[in-house]
């Protein structure tokens, strides 16, 4: 082992937890290099939304786009659009822009403003060439629609194409979400229960932090972090923050939070805090039950990771004994939904259940894992297994004590793609 | 933060070889600029970087001597270090040194466990091993003569920078992953502590995965041959173990290894500590596994710090510290911070190599009490370890636990 690569490979162990790579821009839609392929032509007037999101916030000054044709005049215009749950809302526009080349860069005059998970859309106005595509490379593909997109429309009503759109741009991130807290809330549940969250924020650092905790509700789909209910912290140097969620975002109505999620975001290139995350049961006098619950990064993808991401399986087990506990099942959802499939195995491999789900952009939800599976009981030991196909997602299974309601979270863990 | 730290270590940097077949053990500097410490004509240095990154068998070692030819001028030693002891458990040689750089076969290969050290015994008059001096690391002890036998790392006489001698060759196990705290245990308020473990191959396919479960005793230091129990696991199986203290035959809190044939698959591991109430019920947590490669800054190494904060409400919870520790041990300097920076208690803690224990935290700083979300500052000089806090409901026994999370390490 030679000394100089393992101090490399160590630095990447231990600065990943906290800090963000301060020159990381970010960048929204797709530069495949050389692009094979042009888009479908849905109509001679179309768009094609990029489904490779903004990545972080930030503002665009110039975008890439790849043309089929030549000196077209007035051939396209660019749109950016915010995904709330399934909805595409056009934020800005710019254009009519001309072809000069196949490969062009366009200036937006002024600049676009854009939040993480902002998508890029290309509208082909003249009959002149067409945006180019290209297959094989990593993307999420497009979604192609008849004629100027300048309202509201979702991603269903589009014709989605498994190759990646050749638009582009990249600016410095301002902004970005770091990690989640994918359930938290102060809810009354069944059975007597009264689940609560404390949040703690450490400050670790020689400076100031500053951020922004954003609450997701369950069950509502949520655009970008920054349009959620935001609260934000600045926290000194070496100091902590305790935090009642239940006060932040509701004034402290008992009660009245409910079950959500929590977005952690910070200024690009800050170090985050850490977060100290207690979900419990609180019985009064009785006492209280419950665990730590981990933040999940966005990027905490790959084997063993708790982002499950398209293409990618994870697995959970169902709790030892189901008699004298309950088992529910949350998923939490990114910038592009999640498609996905569910199955109940036993160790013999049978597929006892199966669901096949889809969470818009943004969305937390928690069932009881019965309801989860369609009306079909989850025994003790059993197997579930996660298949992403679009999007991402973090999947948990939440056992809960039936007599002393303590709750307890088993992130699903992406499986290795081969053994 | 960044740009104002720099990171070196060795402990973790070798960690990511757990998986893969080739073992490596010490390190080869390249090019050293300084001789080992002469503390006596005949003596014999081990190198404490990188201790075997995983048990199997060392087949070539490489050595820097700084003068040749040198005729029967060194031996190679291998030690294994149980708690604070390092013992010799082979070493072939002499060998001459045949230029700086010497590549030496090793005949018959030479047996190694994971965590073990490679030594180098200075035994004629002529020349020395190298060392790379302004690197600071784990470095490597020296002892006068040559040593056989068992000797105390504190015996040794520390030098702080990497003695260039390394070997390698190919292992056949090595850990996977380690459940911090785990058992069967009656604790205070009547509570009753046990746990579950569920061990998941997903496949795809029906190839087993096999290994075993190591048990280390709390206040003991862990040694392979603790108790341990074997497992294999088909394809797409689940392996329930309902309480796993009985199931290992094991009473009392410890911490469990997890050791795994080199290249073999690691299971899904589904832990649940909780106190079991009977018919009043249970109340516990999922306990992560820590890899060796852990991404998420739960093993703290030789000049890193991390930090924990402590419970929100400490009139209805109590706060235990646990700490266990790797093949080097650690050295640790645990903080009490209020929120203004000022130092409420303070404590220095040496724990030797592969050890576990939980305590209270106001035993582990020293009778002070640990206030509402006070701040808890650990940083390690020397070796690595897993730190975590458990906040335990006093009514229900509940326990939970979050683990010191690395903020930064400064060189």
Known sequence: MKLRASAALLASLLVAPFVFAADTPMTIGSDPGSPNGTDITTDAIRTDISLDPATADGVITSVKVYWSGAQCSNAFSLTFFRRVGDMLVPKSGRGPFSVTSNVMTVQLTPPVSVAQGDLIGITRLADCGGPSTSIGVPTAGYISYYGAVTTNTTVIDGQRVNAALAIFASAPATNLTAEVLPAIGAVRGVAGSSFKTSLQLLNPTSSLMTGWLTFNPHGIPQGPTSFGSGYGFSIPAGQQLTIDPSVVFVGGADGQLGLGSLDVQVPAGQARPQVIARVYNDAGAEGTAGFYEEPVALGDTGPGGRVISAGSSGFMVTPVDVKRTRFNIGVRSFFSGADLTAQVLDNAGHVLATTTRHYPANYYEQLDATSFFEGVPVGASKTIKITVTDGSAVVYGATTDNVTNDPSVQYALVAPAAQ | ?411
């Open chain 2, 1 to 411: 933060m960044k740009g104002s730290v720099v990171f070196l270590c060795l402990m973790i940097a070798a960690a990511p070889a757990v998986f893969g077949q080739a073992l490596t053990v010490g390190v080869d500097v390249g090019s050293p600029n300084s001789s080992d410490t002469a503390i006596a004509a005949t003596r014999t240095d081990i190198s404490l970087d990188n201790p075997a990154t995983a048990t199997g068998t060392i087949t070539s070692v490489k050595v820097y001597w700084s003068s040749a030819p040198c005729a029967n001028a060194f031996k190679i030693k291998f030690f294994r270090r149980v708690g604070d002891n390092l013992t010799l458990v082979a070493e072939r040689g002499p060998f001459s040194s045949t230029g700086s750089s010497n590549t030496i076969a090793m005949t018959p290969a030479v047996a190694v466990l994971q965590g073990d050290l490679i030594g180098v015994a200075r035994v004629a008059d002529c020349g020395n091993p190298g060392t790379l001096f302004g690197i600071v690391d784990a470095g490597y002890l020296v002892y006068a003569g040559d040593v056989t036998g068992t000797v105390a790392v504190a015996d040794g006489t520390r030098a702080g920078s990497p003695i260039s001698l390394s070997g390698s060759g190919t292992a056949t196990e090595s850990l996977a992953a380690v459940l911090p705290a785990v058992g069967s245990v009656t604790g205070t308020f009547g509570s009753s502590f046990k746990t579950s473990l569920q061990l998941l191959n997903p496949g795809p396919g029906v190839t087993a995965m096999s290994g075993r479960l190591v048990f280390h005793k709390a206040g003991v230091a862990g040694a392979s041959t603790d108790t341990s129990l074997p497992y294999s696991i088909p394809g797409g199986q689940a392996l329930t173990l309902p309480d796993l203290g009985a199931a290992m035959g094991v009473t009392g809190l410890g911490s469990l290894d997890m050791i795994i044939p080199s290249g073999g698959g690691k299971p899904q591991i589904v832990a649940r500590v909780y106190n079991d109430a009977g018919t009043s019920g249970t109340a516990g947590f999922f306990e992560d596994p820590i890899l060796p490669a852990d991404a998420n800054g739960r093993i703290v190494s030789m000049g890193a710090t991390a930090f924990m904060l402590a419970p929100v409400d400490p009139a209805r919870t109590r706060l235990n510290i646990g700490v266990r520790t790797l093949y080097s041990g650690a050295l640790i300097t645990a903080q009490l911070l209020d929120n203004a920076g000022h130092v409420l208690a303070s404590a220095s803690k040496h724990y030797s190599a592969n050890y576990f224990e939980q305590v209270d935290a106001t035993g582990f700083f020293g009778g002070v009490p640990v206030g509402a979300s006070q701040i808890i500052k650990i940083s390690v000089s020397d070796g690595s370890a897993i730190i975590y806090g458990s906040t335990t409901d006093n009514v229900t026994n509940d326990p939970s636990v979050q683990y010191a999370i690395v903020a930064f390490a400064i060189l």
